[in-house]
């Protein structure tokens, strides 16, 4: 009987929880909107509901013996040692919060409580069901990233999950500082990976250049019906592909932003393998071109051996994959 | 009997060897020039002419029986696991060496060449010695910066040193980017640590500073009789001590690119301790000051526990410390 686990993936919109094979198939998946309103509780009580429902539906043909247990990928600061959740983003009224412990409270007693309780970051997770699962299969080590609203991390050394010296915090190539003298600023530090391509600065970014030269800009300005508010990456992303030259250039300034960050990844750490995901990701080429020209160019000849950028399979399914594999190890 | 090894420091001015005892006192040293004009051959000759020196005139008082073995560090790419050594810089004509296999041979019959020999990068041997003998005894993990004509770095994690998911490449923190888009561009790269704050950079920088600025420049113009060639470090340390501004300025950026630098290595890898070492870092307070502020400034509140700054204790003494405890590990 092959073994299998309960994969969650707890986001600021919604907790998605799947039951995942040990080779990686999705068996049963579900979703709910994250109850953000009742603090720790709320979502615990979510959790323990979701949990119990999965189990109860696949446990009889799966088998019970072979559940190897739940895991549970969350943003913020989280120590899978002690297994606490500390300022979630999104995620209001949280400190730091015991998340595994009131979890076994809640689900004592009953089936899926009496096996492993796991907890890592959500970006760490997805990075760990790139590596058992997705594009990351054949890499010993690498970095993936999830380009979205913010900019996540999470680095694989040796087929493993690189918690990093501290408490688990490791990978954060968005808190990465390439302009250091440059105007951008995020939760006030400036020059951030993220401050520069989190999705909202890409839109900044290409609204500014809209406004320098709005000849240039009117073709993307269009599609948004001249509405700042109305400007997605989406738009920037079909403008490039028809050609815009503003557009190219907003993903040619992103894709560059982000090769620098690889390249001191590649400079500290010797990793020359990258995963790239996230919804910011899908513009492909657009990003992953330029990224890898940056990265040559940014990085000593004797480097460039064995580099790669590979765009991410597991899309956002990647944390609920990576949340079971944390039962498998 | 207490163990004992060889520690060589190979440099592109000197090779500095020594005998090391087991709880790191130098019971010997010597060091000659090295002979740069006659490529790999005459530098085995060198190193071997060296040991085998060392190892005659300690061996009978340590015993020969407690001879670990050799280690040498040496700047440039280094497989510790092929044993070779690929274009270090300062030494003329050479491409990839076999540089343990020809040691091995030229001393094959001798007592120390039936021991072990270990070789290693440079910067990674400081680290070690650092970390066993120096003021990284006290830390799991750190990073260590020397400071000199470059910047090299290196990583150690879990006590043990960290050499990188590849080859031994790792730690190379003078080769990150933090200014992407500035106007120093060093070894093709543009807007790296070494470039903006290498031995010459800061002079360079300084006498920028001097030119913009001749009133307030006097002071420390005066100090190098005008001439930029004389200008050096000490100068501007020197003047800064006695509070010119503008080498206050000077010293103030240094530590605010190496801040912004070890603030990217807190992000990425969660390393909180920084050991720097190097002939700059005698400037002290004057770097370390900034450099805690910019660290400080440049990552999250939740990542400053336990940050912790400190001067390398070993000085020119590290690499051969580290090297020989290649041979205790």
């Not at 909107?33 to 446990?59: K, M, R």
């Amino acid at each position: 009987m092959s073994r299998w686990a309960i994969g969650i993936d707890l986001g600021g919109t919604a907790i998605k929880a799947a039951v995942v094979g040990f080779q990686g198939g999705i068996v049963l998946e579900r979703s709910v909107p994250t109850d953000t309103s009742s603090g720790p509780e709320g979502i615990v009580s979510q959790l323990s509901g979701i949990v119990a429902a999965l189990y109860d539906e696949v446990s009889d043909g799966l088998g019970a013996d072979a559940f190897a247990g739940t895991g549970l990928g969350a943003p913020g600061a989280v120590d899978p040692e002690e297994g606490t959740l500390s300022y979630p983003p999104n995620l209001p009224g949280w400190t730091t919060f015991p998340l595994r412990k009131a979890l076994a409270c809640v689900l004592e007693g009953t089936s899926p409580g009496s096996s492993p309780f796991f907890i890592e970051n959500d970006a760490n997770a997805a990075a760990l069901g790139e590596a058992c699962y997705g594009a990351g299969r054949d890499f010993r080590d690498f970095l993936m990233v999830t380009l979205g609203t913010g900019v996540g991390g999470g680095i694989v050394l040796d087929r493993k999950l690189y918690r990093g010296a501290g408490g688990g915090t490791a990978g954060e190539i968005g808190f990465m500082i390439v302009d250091f003298q440059g105007p951008s600023v995020h939760a006030g530090i400036r020059g951030t990976i993220e401050g520069m391509i989190g999705k909202e600065r890409i839109v900044d970014y290409a609204w500014a250049l809209i406004a320098e030269d709005p000849v240039s800009g009117s073709h993307l300005s269009g599609l948004c019906r001249h509405d700042r508010a109305m400007l997605s990456p989406r738009h920037i992303e079909q403008a490039a592909r028809q050609g815009d030259p503003l557009s190219l250039a907003v993903w040619e300034r992103v894709g560059s932003v982000l090769g620098v960050g690889f390249a001191n990844v590649t400079a500290l750490m010797d990793i020359r393998k990258f995963v790239i995901g996230g919804g910011i990701a899908a513009a492909g080429g657009l990003i992953f071109d330029p990224a890898r020209q940056q990265l040559l160019r940014s990085t000593l000849p004797s480097m460039h051996d064995g580099i790669e950028l590979v765009p991410a399979e597991l899309g956002n399914r990647a944390g609920m994959h990576g949340a079971a594999a944390l039962c498998f190890q």
